[in-house]
């Protein structure tokens, strides 16, 4: 299975909002509501931070939030933080027991 | 709470056989619901996903690596394995082994161990 397709970065201010999107298939994002995202700073195992598509794990701020439509999944921070400056990477199922990746963003916190 | 720690050598000669293990606390890696991953990622790439084992012994692979990899586990250690034969330098990254506690997401994750494949 492909790669999903991400920006490789995006960036903004302290106290904007960004959005990063995560565009896949009819095979995978587009029919299995099993989307994650994950936040990854450098030299550090990923964390989670959203679950099918928009589910927040205990511990993560409410200005991480995700959403989906068709093929492509996003993943919104709204008021900006410094600490948010990261590689992120999407995450969907694909049938068969398989998961792909996305090939990462990096968020620059300006 | 889950933690995994991976654990196995470093550096391997080519052709030869990469084996890795995670060690699990916090669970019983015989819970049934959990499944139990391995995913990489080449240096300054993005993340790759390996494949799963689950505690009845199931694995389930990424078809690109099926031919050269193993995974297996060891309940009354509770740790489990991954074996992935004949690398060559393209098998090079850093290893997590991670957590599926609803086989939707892979909620918990080790460290990391950075293998590298040279002579």
């Known amino acids: 299975q492909s790669a999903l397709t991400q920006p490789r970065s995006v960036s903004g201010s302290p106290g904007q909002s960004v959005t990063i999107s995560c565009t896949g298939t009819s095979s995978d994002v587009g029919v299995y509501d099993y989307v994650s995202w994950y936040q990854q700073h450098p030299g550090t195992a990923p964390k989670l931070m959203i679950y099918?598509?928009?589910k927040r794990p205990s511990g993560v701020p409410d200005r991480f939030s995700g959403s989906k439509s068709g093929n492509t999944a996003s993943l919104t921070i709204s008021g900006l933080q410094v600490e948010d400056e990261a590689d992120y990477y999407c995450?969907?199922?694909?049938?068969?027991?398989?998961?792909?990746f996305g090939g990462g963003t990096k968020l620059t916190v300006l | 709470q889950v933690q995994l720690q991976e654990s196995g050598p470093g550096l391997v000669k080519p052709s030869q056989t990469l084996s890795l293990t995670c060690t699990v606390s916090g669970v019983s890696i015989s819970n049934g619901a959990y499944y139990w991953s391995w995913i990489r990622q080449h240096p300054g790439k993005g993340l790759d996903w390996i494949g799963y084992i689950y505690y009845t012994g199931s694995t389930y692979y990424n078809s690109s690596l099926k031919s050269r990899l193993t995974m297996s586990l060891d309940t009354s250690k509770n740790q489990f394995f991954l074996n992935l034969n004949s690398v060559t330098a393209a098998d090079t990254a850093v290893y997590y082994c991670a957590s599926e506690s609803t086989g939707t997401h892979f909620d918990s994750w080790g460290q990391g161990i950075l293998v590298t494949v040279s002579s």
């Open positions: 099918d598509v928009t």
């Open positions: 995450c969907s199922y694909a049938g068969n027991y398989n998961w792909v």
